[in-house]
């Protein structure tokens, strides 16, 4: 008897802890905790502050090969400038990449680890640095504003530094591939009196494409989501603006919800008969799918 009790005492201490029990669904199938970790990266990639560790040595690396990018102001503020990697060939192709941060953080100099890829195959290497949503006070307008900015700077000033205002793509991971996609369905003519087709292609990593999900989720916290916000910032609300072909990508170890988001975003794309490139990095988390940039035989450096 004595043995029996022990025997079911032992099973109930070594027996694993029950089922966490579902909340109300908030989205799709998701309760409110499934959602805030669906946009938490820390929650599936556990090596998150390793790899922006290495974006940043990587990106010294890469400046004491290549040198200093060029500075150059496209606005006012000082937040307002961007890096610029020059490569050798003249009326070069200009990449300009969005960096990522859930908005509300990174610089363009951790950033500059991909430059190389462009250096060498003979294009310019351009990031931009703008405001995060904690100087913005949760707003991310001025954020969008600024990023559309500096492509328009780009535009105008190509020739300053030797590239081709013909031959501009963009590119944005993360908060930044949010970013880049809103800057592709930019209304160019109405706002800035530009051609509607100053950009040529883009590279969209990992991204959100319907604030909707967003909103509902942990990161209303810090950004201040309205209507209005959620739909001029939802990219695939505005379609009938994209006026170049991209390349939609995305890591098979990413949340839930941002590979949603990535193949949703891509279907609508498709549906509309718009040129779209879909490609999912296997074993890739978030944080390493742009790392592959730098690897010119990886995934999005190819």
Not at 11 to 40: F, I, R
Not at 81 to 103: E, S, T
Not at 119 to 134: C, K, Q, R
Not at 163 to 169: E, Q, S, V
Request: charged content about 20%; overall charge neutral; some cysteine.
């Amino acid at each position: 008897m004595g043995a029996g009790l022990v025997s079911s005492a032992f099973a109930q201490s070594s027996s694993s802890p029950p089922p966490k029990q579902k909340g109300p669904l908030v989205w799709l199938d998701m309760d409110q905790a499934e959602l805030d970790a669906s946009y938490d990266q820390s929650v599936y990639a556990p090596n998150i502050r390793q790899i922006q560790s290495r974006y940043a040595s990587n990106s010294d690396i890469t400046r004491s090969r290549l040198g200093n990018p060029k500075r150059f102001a496209y606005g006012q503020t000082p937040i307002e400038g961007l890096d610029v990697y020059l490569c050798d060939r003249p009326k070069a192709p200009i990449n300009i990449f969005i960096h990522g941060g859930a908005w509300r953080s990174g610089l363009a100099k951790n950033f500059g680890f991909k430059a190389e890829t462009f250096v060498n195959a003979g294009a310019h290497f351009v990031v931009p640095d703008f405001i995060n949503a904690f100087e913005s006070n949760g707003d991310l307008m001025p954020m969008i504003d600024q990023v559309r900015r500096s492509v328009a700077w780009v535009y105008k000033n190509a020739s300053s530094f030797n590239g081709d205002p013909n031959k501009i793509f963009i590119s944005g991971h993360s908060s930044g591939g949010h970013l880049a996609g809103v800057t592709l369905v930019t209304n160019w003519k109405k706002d800035y009196d530009l051609p509607m087709n100053i950009i040529k292609g883009g590279l969209l990593c990992s991204g959100m494409y319907d604030l909707k999900p967003v909103r509902l989720s942990a990161r209303s916290s810090y950004v201040k989501f309205t209507d209005s916000m959620e739909d001029a910032l939802s990219t695939q609300r505005h379609l009938e603006f994209l006026n170049a072909p991209i390349i939609v990508a995305h890591g098979s170890l990413e949340t839930p919800d941002f590979q949603r988001q990535s193949r949703d975003f891509a279907k609508a794309v498709k549906d509309m008969g718009k040129p779209i490139d879909y490609l999912v990095g296997q074993n890739y988390n978030h944080f390493e799918m742009p790392e592959t940039i730098a690897n010119p035989h990886g995934i999005l450096g190819k």
